[in-house]
């Protein structure tokens, strides 16, 4: 079962979640609809207008075995390393416990990656580490991310789950060179999971309010 065809704005930006358990790892994703997404993500802002991104998708088996290898090392390195999720909250009971729902459902993508029929990279033309000045880092980063969500948003609409990865940028080069992206030229900036989802019924999460968020003015 999918969620129904027709989510209205609302419900579409306050019910698309990170998708890892509920990937429908047995059925195909029609080419047409990665497509689709694409072309709707091409609508994002971008600086200068430029649109200096590509998408790489990996639907091919072997290949999602390859990098799905790369993405499992990273796992295990953050699973061993001090910044993992769950040691983050430290003291707060219900945070901690959250957390640890979340890196079940981590754990669980990272070793059944290679099961989701495809992995969809968005990268960016040039190398992040060039980008010196605030504003630089900003237009870099700020001209991707846009479409990478709107991605994320329209394949939501279609049936689809995503989740913004960014654990195998650890060992970003190593995908470059599975993938055949040029390393100097473009950075690889994330990694979607990109899956039918089993079931519907995606509710909005638990959320501060937003005044906890808000400075009116000036901060203080
Ligand atoms: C910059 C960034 C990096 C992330 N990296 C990972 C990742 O490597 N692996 C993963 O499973 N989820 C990753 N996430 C997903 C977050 O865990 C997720 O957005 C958060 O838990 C909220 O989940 P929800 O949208 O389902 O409420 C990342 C999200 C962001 C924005």
């Known amino acids: 079962m ?6 209205d704005a609302h ?4 019910t698309t979640r990170a998708v890892r358990r509920r990937l429908d790892l047995e059925r195909a994703v029609p080419r047409e609809l990665v497509e689709e997404c694409v072309q709707i993500a091409l609508q994002a802002p971008s600086g200068g207008n430029r649109r200096a991104y590509r998408f790489v998708v990996v639907d091919d088996p072997e290949q999602r075995e390859r990098v799905a290898a790369v993405y499992r090392k990273a796992f295990e ?38 099961r989701v029929p495809a992995l969809v990279i968005p990268c960016m033309a040039g190398r992040a580490q060039d980008k010196q000045t605030v ?13 990478v969500w709107s991605f ?21 080069r190593e995908v470059a060179d599975v993938l055949a992206i040029p390393h100097d030229e473009y950075t690889q900036v994330c990694l979607l999971p990109l899956a039918f989802t089993t ?10 309010p937003a005044e906890h968020f808000l400075r009116w003015n000036s901060w203080t």
């Open 2 to 7: 999918t969620e129904p065809a027709s989510l």
């Open 11 to 14: 419900e579409l930006l306050t």
């Open 77 to 114: 390195i953050y699973r061993a390393g001090p910044t993992v999720a769950t040691k983050a909250f430290e003291g707060d009971a219900e945070r901690t416990a959250v957390q640890e729902r979340v890196f079940d459902s981590v754990e669980h993508l990272a070793r059944n990656l290679h």
């Open 135 to 147: 504003r630089a880092q900003a237009g870099f980063w700020g001209s991707v991310f846009p479409a």
């Open 152 to 172: 994320q948003l329209a394949a939501r609409q279609r049936g689809l789950g995503t989740a913004l990865t960014t654990m195998h940028l650890e060992f970003e």
């Open 199 to 208: 079931g519907g019924g995606f509710r909005p999460a638990q959320r501060e």
